[in-house]
């Protein structure tokens, strides 16, 4: 069993939905959370980022953190096709290597 | 502020040779990180430098090596290569405190024939 687990999808939604990102994770040590969008041949791009549980927001992005049920999610507002890329989950302990999901394409139509 | 910056871009390499890649972290960033991306893999950690001294490092063969110059750019070097290494190596750089975010470059993309 992988320590991250990501569907890798693909998921297609129609321009405007909302859109809903999952990982689940068997490390109760994780502490640190990320997002990151990665865009064909190009290098992963931060989005969110987060420690232990809770929410956050950044514009039309939310993410989520419930520690609990080793769960993280990242809700997408509003999507547009700008959005179509691949959203990788990530985390890490203190100064631990960060360990990624497969990631999730997702693609958003017009 | 320029981002992390890798050279190559792209690479084809034969069988049997070897070959380095090179980071050059955001200024001021002390940890590099380098990871092999691949469709069916995804992102496999391979290891991290922080002030010259390798700090973590995940489950590669020994073919696998790196370093770590005081000015914090970094260099990998995979020998004798195989077709199984044909994939996209990506550098990252934090500032290296205890969950700092890593921001990553644009990759390598290596293709063994």
């Known amino acids: 069993q992988k320590e991250v687990e990501q569907d890798p999808g693909p998921l297609s939604v129609p321009e405007g939905a909302i859109v809903s990102l999952n990982c689940t994770y068997s490390?109760?040590?994780?502490?640190?959370f990320m997002w990151y969008r990665q865009y064909s041949r190009k290098g992963p791009e931060l989005l969110m980022y987060?420690?232990?549980?809770g929410n956050k927001e950044d514009g039309r992005f939310t993410a989520q953190v419930d520690k609990s049920s080793k769960y993280i999610s990242l809700f997408i507002r509003d999507s547009q096709p700008s959005d179509s890329a691949t959203y990788l989950c990530?985390?890490?302990?203190?100064?631990?290597?960060?360990?990624f999901g497969i990631g999730t394409k997702l693609q958003v139509i017009p | 502020k320029a981002g992390v910056t890798q050279t190559p871009r792209y690479l084809i390499k034969t069988r049997g040779q070897q070959v380095t890649l090179s980071c050059s972290p955001i200024?001021?960033?002390?940890?590099v990180s380098w990871y092999q991306q691949t469709p069916g893999q995804g992102l496999q950690f391979l290891f991290e430098?922080?002030?010259?001294?390798?700090?973590n490092k995940g489950n590669f063969p020994g073919r696998f090596s790196g370093r770590q110059f005081s000015n914090s750019r970094s260099e990998m070097n995979v020998s004798t290569l195989e077709l199984g290494d044909s994939a996209l190596y990506l550098c990252?750089?934090?500032?290296?405190?205890?969950?700092?975010?890593?921001?990553f470059g644009q990759g390598t993309r290596l293709t063994v024939v």
């Open positions: 200024s001021g960033h002390r940890s």
């Open positions: 430098y922080f002030s010259e001294t390798q700090r």
């Open positions: 990252a750089s934090s500032l290296a405190g205890a969950g700092t975010e890593a921001f």
């Open positions: 987060t420690y232990s549980s």
């Open positions: 490390n109760s040590a994780f502490q640190y």
């Open positions: 990530a985390m890490k302990r203190s100064y631990q290597k960060v360990t």
